[in-house]
Nanobody, 125 residues
Framework: QVQLVESGGGLVQAGGSLRLSCAASGGTFSGYTLGWFRQAPGKEREFVASITWSGSIIYYADSMKGRFTISRDNAKNTVYLQMNSLKPEDTAVYYC??????????????????WGQGTQVTVSS
């Protein structure tokens, strides 16, 4: 059973930074694309970033480019999301997710089979 546990969320002022972590257990960590998504109240789940198993290919949503950095450490079974220059509109629950098949950098939630419980990020103005 694959389990993903996010951590690192919290309250930060606009312009600040946070680093989210997602630790995986069960199943195989390497070999699969991992992604970060977020969901604000009343809105649909939104793609943030994804990274291939080797970390060699990364894809970001346009609004996150230049501010967010996704990375992974396969030895630690952990994926990270470094978030800088945070804005109030970044406030959301952030989720990490893993695909059930290798390859690809999909942006749709349906393409990911395993999800964490989420971590709240709140950015105050």
């Amino acid at each position: 059973q694959v389990q993903l546990v996010e951590s690192g969320g919290g309250l930060v002022q606009a312009g600040g930074s946070l680093r989210l972590s997602c630790a995986a257990s069960g199943g195989t960590f390497s070999g699969y694309t991992l992604g970060w998504f977020r969901q604000a109240p009343g809105k649909e789940r939104e793609f943030v970033a994804s990274i291939t198993w080797s970390g060699s290919i990364i894809y970001y949503a346009d609004s996150m480019k230049g501010r967010f950095t996704i990375s992974r450490d396969n030895a630690k079974n952990t994926v990270y999301l470094q978030m800088n220059s945070l804005k109030p509109e970044d406030t959301a629950v952030y989720y990490c997710a893993r695909r059930s098949k290798s390859g690809g950098l999909p942006t749709m939630p349906d393409e990911y089979a395993y999800w964490g419980q989420g971590t709240q990020v709140t950015v105050s103005s």
